[in-house]
Structures are given as C-alpha cells and as structure tokens.
C-alpha cells in the first residue's frame, strides 16, 4: 500500500491543494494527516473543512498542538497565539468539534501517527537531535513512528545496539526503512517549511519496498501571503513563506 503523509498544514490553502493534487497523480492508497491544520494561515476553515472531507473518505488524521490550542492554552509564541485566537473566531462549532474529537496518536501495524513524538505527545516536544529521537522510539514498540511539528524533513533510525544515526532526506530519492531497527520519520511541512525551501513538503511510504520519498511541490505563495494579509494576521507569518524558514 502506498501511503501518502502531509502534516503542518497550518490553514495554507494553496499548498494543501497543491500537494492534495500531487497526492492523487502519486496514486497513493491512503492518507495520513500528521496535525497542525490550522494556526499562521489565512484559510482555516477551508483547511479542516478538507481534512473533514478526507476522513470521512477513509483518511487518517492526528492533533497538532495548533488544533489543540483552539481548544485551550498552550504555550506558543506571540505570533502563534494571535494566529491561534485569530483562527479561533473563524471555526464553526462542528469545526472545532472536529479537531476537539482527533487523537493525539494513532497506530497501524507496525506504525505510529503523532504530531510531535511519541514519548509524551501531549506536551508537543520537538525532535530536533539524535537525543530527541531516541527519546520518542524508546516510548513505542512501532517500528516507525511518523510525526512533523518540526517543519523540517529528516529520518532517524535506532538498531538494537541503541546508537541513533539520521539522515537529511533528498527529494524524490527513496530511503528504505530496513528491518532490524526502529525508524523515526519527520515529515516536513506542507504550509509552512522551514529547511530554507518554500515549496510544500510532504511524503510517500510504501509498506511493499518499506521505502520513504519526499515530494517537493510548488504553490501559489503569493495568494497564501495574501489569504494571510487579508486576515490581518502578523506580516513575518506571510513573508515567511517566500523564504522557507
């Protein structure tokens, strides 16, 4: 089965279309929602509206820190929580239900679905060392755990030795996930990257090859930035997007 993996979204109209499209030509057999759909971008609802629509089809979906913050408090920055309360104000009650209702983990066979990671994935800590991942593969028996929150690609890996390698994908080359270890995928982000490439990010996993390829997709930044201005949102949430970072 191919699977098709998107997270971070962040209520980026334009790159979740953009990369939903590139999903289909892909002929992936499932997808896999990794949270943060709303939060910095200008088309919330549109965002979990589409979310809405895909699980209804089959789809599986996880809760990022930014959908919980709808919810209730969590610590973010200044520019996240005026996004956060900005976004807020522009959900339906059925919307907010409907991220209130996603759950923070989600396993299938020998995989685990989290935003964050996997240790406590309700205080949304990022992987961002090899000491984060071994952190996040010592709380689960998956075999692999995907996540993103990071909004940069990168893969980890832990043999039965316990000594963590990683590597910083390429796009478009497939890394194979080798039995014997455990493997800890981050996906990058589909609406707000931030490893110095604007184009959204999201990834591919085939349980046959057992192999991992991210994709790289252009968007129409200008309108996102502009869904963004509109809004009257912080000006770094829009300028960013054109820098990738």
Known sequence: MLLALLSDIHGNRQAFAACLEAVRASDAERLVLLGDLVGYGGDPGWAVDTAMGLVEQGAIAVRGNHDSAILRSENMNAAARTAIEWTRNRLSAAQRE???????????????????????????????????????????????????????????????????????????????????????????SVGQPRDDNPAACFLTYDTRSREVTYCRVAYDIEMAQRRIRDGGLPEWLAERLAQGR
């Open 98 to 188: 409907f991220l209130a209702g996603l759950p923070l983990t989600h396993e299938e066979e020998d995989r685990l679905y989290v935003h964050a990671e996997a240790s406590r994935p309700e205080r949304w800590r990022y992987v961002q060392s090899a000491d984060d991942a071994a952190d996040s593969l010592l709380a689960t028996k998956a075999q692999i755990t995907f996540c993103g929150h990071v909004h940069q690609p990168a893969i980890y890996s832990m043999p039965s030795t316990g000594k963590i390698t990683s590597v910083r994908p390429a796009t478009g080359i497939p890394v194979q996930l080798q039995s014997g270890r455990q493997w800890l995928v981050v996906a990058g």
